[in-house]
């Protein structure tokens, strides 16, 4: 498929020259039988999980990838097998369209799980006469990375903090005591302002200090 996305960074491996297949006695026969192999070396030693492989076309009318996997935890030789046979790049081999298109493989395209790989082998398709060299360019392989698990929302939640949570009351009075004094307070406030008086409240000054006990209604 054509078109890009957001990736790791590519592997570092090696492309071989494409290698033209032939057919027949080469010194008797026309030596172009259409097919040629690219082969690609990933690091010495090293496996790699693929995530996806992208190139640009260059008069490729078919693709078929082979991968090269090792079995994990096992001495077996590592065994060839097809990941994706006789992918369709152009359309009419004759014609220009999708000739120099980029594309995009990606592993849930392929057959088999590209994971384990060490070489990857791409075999190229061109039955039309048309075209005198077809390759592809700019290949390139991205590693496959596993997600990180997500949380569970439950794990989210432990992690906030409640708002409706009731905040730490020690040290402080009993609201319902709070409220029976306000409540208390008003009352004798409209008991002073029903018995208003235009006598004057003396001051009392104790010890430069007002004593709230030398106050009183007249």
């Not at 890009?4 to 026309?30: A, E, W, Y």
């Amino acid at each position: 498929m054509s078109g890009s996305s957001d990736r790791t960074k590519p592997v570092t491996c090696t492309i071989k020259p494409p290698v033209n297949l032939q057919i027949g006695d080469t010194k008797t026969d026309s030596p172009r039988s259409g097919v040629a192999v690219v082969d690609i070396t990933l690091p010495f030693g090293k496996t790699v999980n693929i995530e996806d492989i992208t190139f640009k076309n260059y008069y490729t009318a078919f693709l078929t990838v082979r991968v090269l996997r090792r079995i994990p935890g096992q001495e077996a030789p590592a065994k060839w097998c097809t990941a994706l046979r006789d992918l369709v790049l152009m359309d009419n081999p004759h014609t220009e369209g999708g000739s120099q298109d980029y594309y995009s493989i990606h592993r849930t395209q392929m057959q088999v799980e590209p994971d384990h790989v060490v070489s990857v082998r791409l075999i190229l398709r061109q039955p039309s006469s048309a075209w005198l060299t077809f390759n592809l360019e700019e290949i390139k392989i991205h590693p496959h990375v596993e997600p990180s698990p997500e949380r569970e929302v439950s794990d989210w939640l432990s992690d906030l903090t409640l708002v409706d949570q009731h905040p730490d009351l020690e040290g402080l009075p009993d609201p319902q005591t709070v409220s029976s004094s306000i409540q208390q307070m008003w009352a004798l406030t409209e008991v002073m302002q029903t018995n208003q008086t235009t006598a004057s409240i003396g001051r009392f000054d104790v010890d430069g200090c007002y004593d709230i006990n030398l106050l009183s209604l007249t």
